[in-house]
């Protein structure tokens, strides 16, 4: 690698923001001798040209010698980034290649089949005369022979080993602040009806420890290769064959990998197992008693995974993120050592008056207070949406059951016309409508915190609904709380609210109004304050609570906007009374100085605290119990 070329690399015409200074500071880590830098850039500081710099210091083919490596990956988990990568004019040297399952086969009869199910693996000595001009294999290879290839973080992981994607000089991975989690999931063993071709001839037996899931795992591993050697004996096989074989294939790399991590020694990872119940219609003798259903195999801390994956694929890394909130911590999750890695912290352009937070709380998220809160909160969108008659709105609802009860409320409430969902299927599909209509629409969300572009008028506000606390209920975190890591809870919530923080300004001259409706999100500043970027406790420091108009939904539907509602003689009652103007939603969120920056935050955390230890029943507050503030089972 030669820092020097950064500049140079560098691939747009001028800089903006800090990226000049990014630049120096990236440079001058590298060559200071660091392997691993991470670069934490905040949302609007154009992450994606200081990836595409530092890859161009990779070394080149013609500068190294046979046995170095040369080149370039770059890599994101999240296939929005890659698209955007793929779509950006200045990037076009980043050779993008996409998993099988993305192309399309081009021989005339199979114009409808994925790749991976082509003539080519489905059947024996296939000699395909088109492949020289199959896009998939046209794609790989030019990403194989370019200086720098561009893929996603799980395809960059499935090629670990690979011939044609070997060891290169840099790797870059972008949006890296989940790099633990993503390895955590990629590694996690699915066994059930969805991930075994042949469950239902399978007879599960209780598992009740690691030891007897390591067993089960070996013997499950020889009879998938024995179905598999059965399928690649035959001389053509049918696309569902095809994607059983290759399911197969995969299963027994999986288990393969589990036992033989679980045996080694020198091996940090920990495993841990989940059961759930068998499906009591296909029990039908009295052996079935012991019996036990689909299981869920997950490592913590997959350092060993990681090794494998990604350490062993460069000699150089850069990894960018506006969330590494605390390297330490970072750098333990991942298996590196703090001492060997520099971090560069980059200045967020964005005037934190253009990004401001506003508090109106009203109550706790929590499963046992939710039915008390969700009403509440959707009063209080009505009022937003008042507030923005003309702007369209993000709700992030946080999971598909709160989804559902805010939108029945607002319906209910008469501004449904105005209100838009999706599930899970039709997510990306939904979103896309959302964004390209005019109407001030608000769009209720679930998990859309990350990867996710609403610059200018795409949306001007946005409220969250619940304190982002991952699930209690998963055994990873469960174990992680038993062993006190509250630290790491807590960061893990602060970096998605940072990162929801983020959606609605993306350009210095942009601006988005963040709303937050749980008080457990003020608990959780708190809790986090040391892990918080400068920049980010600027924005708390600075949060006010706004006056907001009186409940009327009616109002909250007229406006005259692109879509010309007001005036429309809609109606916007549900035959419910709106005139309650002394409930504790009219009031709470009034500022007392009738503006919208002039309430201290420290007030509105005060009010805040006092509501939470009323609630909780306990003089002490929440923390005297951490769990008792962010216990909940419902995801």
């Given amino acids: 690698?030669?820092?020097?070329?950064?500049?140079?690399?560098?691939?747009?015409?001028?800089?903006?923001?800090?990226?000049?200074?990014?630049?120096?500071?990236?440079?001058?880590?590298?060559?200071?001798?660091?392997?691993?830098?991470?670069?934490?850039?905040?949302?609007?500081?154009?992450?994606?040209?200081?990836?595409?710099?530092?890859?161009?210091?990779?070394?080149?083919?013609?500068?190294?010698?046979?046995?170095?490596?040369?080149?370039?990956?770059?890599?994101?988990?999240?296939?929005?980034?890659?698209?955007?990568?793929?779509?950006?004019?200045?990037?076009?040297?980043?050779?993008?290649?996409?998993?099988?399952?993305?192309?399309?086969?081009?021989?005339?009869?199979?114009?409808?089949?994925?790749?991976?199910?082509?003539?080519?693996?489905?059947?024996?000595?296939?000699?395909?005369?088109?492949?020289?001009?199959?896009?998939?294999?046209s794609d790989r290879a030019i990403a194989s022979n370019r200086s720098i290839a561009a893929m996603t973080l799980a395809y960059f992981m499935q090629t670990a080993g690979s011939e044609v994607f070997r060891k290169r000089d840099v790797v870059v991975i972008d949006e890296a602040h989940g790099l633990a989690e993503w390895a955590e999931m990629y590694a996690t063993i699915q066994l059930g009806p969805r991930t075994v071709p042949f469950w239902d001839d399978l007879r599960v037996p209780q598992i009740d420890s690691i030891e007897r899931a390591v067993r089960y795992a070996e013997n499950l591993e020889q009879t998938c290769t024995r179905r598999k050697d059965d399928l690649l004996a035959q001389e053509t096989l049918s696309p569902r064959e095809v994607r059983e074989r290759d399911r197969l294939q995969e299963l027994i790399g999986e288990l393969d990998w589990f036992v033989s991590d679980f045996r080694d020694p020198q091996s940090p990872t920990t495993w841990l197992v989940d059961q759930s119940e068998r499906n009591a219609a296909n029990t039908d003798d009295e052996t079935d008693e012991e019996l036990g259903g689909p299981l869920t195999?997950?490592?913590?801390?997959?350092?060993?995974?990681l090794a494998h994956t990604v350490w062993d694929r460069g000699n150089k890394f850069a990894l960018l993120s506006a969330t590494i909130l605390n390297k330490a911590a970072f750098c333990r999750q991942v298996g590196l050592n703090p001492d060997d890695v520099a971090l560069v912290d980059v200045g967020h352009t964005f005037p934190v008056e253009n990004r401001p937070l506003y508090d109106v709380t009203q109550g706790k998220m929590t499963y046992e207070h939710r039915d008390e809160t969700t009403p509440d909160i959707a009063r209080t969108i009505v009022r937003l949406m008042q507030r923005h008659p003309d702007e369209k709105g993000l709700i992030h609802a946080h999971s598909y059951n709160i989804q559902e009860r805010l939108a029945d409320l607002l319906r209910d409430f008469g501004v449904g016309e105005r209100i838009r969902v999706h599930d899970r299927d039709g997510r990306d599909a939904d979103l896309e409508e959302w964004k390209a209509s005019d109407d001030p629409d608000v769009f209720i969300s679930v998990k859309m915190e990350e990867a996710l572009d609403l610059k200018g008028d795409l949306c001007r506000w946005q409220v969250l609904c619940k304190a982002p606390y991952l699930n209690t209920g998963d055994s990873r975190v469960a174990h992680r709380l038993e062993e006190g890591q509250w630290a790491w809870y807590y960061r893990t919530a602060l970096r998605t609210i940072i990162q929801a923080c983020g959606r609605v300004i993306r350009a210095p001259d942009d601006h988005g109004a963040t709303y937050l409706a749980d008080s457990s999100l003020l608990d959780l500043f708190e809790r986090a304050r040391t892990d918080m970027p400068d920049w980010f406790a600027a924005q708390v420091d600075r949060m006010s609570t706004p006056e907001l108009p009186a409940f009327d939904p009616q109002a909250a539907c007229d406006s005259s906007g692109p879509g010309g509602r007001r005036g429309s003689g809609r109606s916007g009652g549900s035959g419910r009374d709106s005139s309650t103007s002394g409930s504790k939603s009219e009031s709470a969120g009034q500022s007392s100085t009738g503006s919208d920056s002039g309430t201290a935050y420290t007030r509105s955390r005060s009010r805040s605290r006092s509501r939470s230890r009323s609630q909780s029943g306990s003089s002490n507050g929440s923390s005297s119990s951490p769990l008792a503030d962010v216990w909940d089972t419902d995801g």
Avoid: W
Avoid at 76 to 91: E, F, K, Y
């Fill in 297 to 305: 195999i997950k490592p913590m801390n997959p350092e060993k995974y």
């Fill in 1 to 137: 690698m030669n820092p020097e070329r950064i500049f140079d690399a560098f691939p747009a015409p001028s800089y903006r923001g800090n990226q000049e200074q990014a630049l120096r500071d990236i440079r001058d880590a590298f060559a200071a001798g660091n392997d691993v830098v991470l670069v934490r850039a905040p949302t609007g500081s154009g992450k994606s040209l200081l990836a595409r710099s530092v890859a161009g210091c990779a070394r080149t083919i013609e500068e190294a010698e046979p046995s170095e490596a040369a080149g370039a990956y770059y890599t994101t988990p999240q296939v929005s980034q890659l698209d955007d990568v793929a779509s950006d004019d200045l990037l076009a040297d980043l050779n993008v290649i996409r998993g099988k399952s993305n192309y399309t086969c081009i021989l005339p009869q199979e114009r409808n089949t994925p790749v991976n199910q082509a003539p080519c693996v489905r059947e024996r000595g296939y000699d395909c005369s088109v492949q020289h001009r199959c896009p998939y294999f």
